[in-house]
């Protein structure tokens, strides 16, 4: 399996971005996939993520800026993040993770979103927000 990020970059505070997250390897129907940020000197955190029933949840400090999808298709599958009003404080390393099991313990703590381990990792992608 493999996850390969794409669309990070340095935007102005208030632009936007796009990320995306092709994910190959992985044919099964049942999972949760995510995107994570770590800031520098931090623990990597839960930003947003989307199980195989579409359900999704969102760390509380992007809830109305940062929208997850994805994409399921014969054999491929695709997540996304669109990020809108970004801040300086959303510069960060974004990653996104697959976890072949459902997301069944999910929990919000200091903004952040708290989920099961994900069992498989991109290299990440570096987004700058500059004021």
């Known amino acids: 399996v493999q996850l390969v990020e794409s669309g990070g970059g340095a935007v102005q505070a208030g632009g936007s971005l796009r990320l995306a997250c092709e994910i190959s390897g992985y044919t099964y129907n049942r999972y949760c996939m995510g995107w994570f940020r770590q800031f520098p000197g931090k623990e990597r955190e839960g930003v947003a993520i989307v199980e195989s029933d579409d359900s999704t949840s969102t760390a509380e400090s992007v809830r109305g800026r940062f929208t997850i999808s994805k994409v399921k298709a014969e054999n491929s599958l695709s997540l996304y993040l669109q990020m809108n009003s970004l801040k300086p404080e959303d510069t960060a390393m974004y990653y996104c993770?697959?976890?072949?099991?459902?997301?069944?313990?999910?929990?919000?703590?200091?903004?952040?979103?708290?989920?099961?381990?994900?069992?498989?990792w991109g290299k990440g992608t570096q987004v700058t927000i500059s004021s």
């Open positions: 993770g697959l976890r072949t099991q459902p997301c069944n313990h999910i929990r919000w703590s200091g903004g952040a979103l708290v989920v099961d381990a994900m069992d498989y």
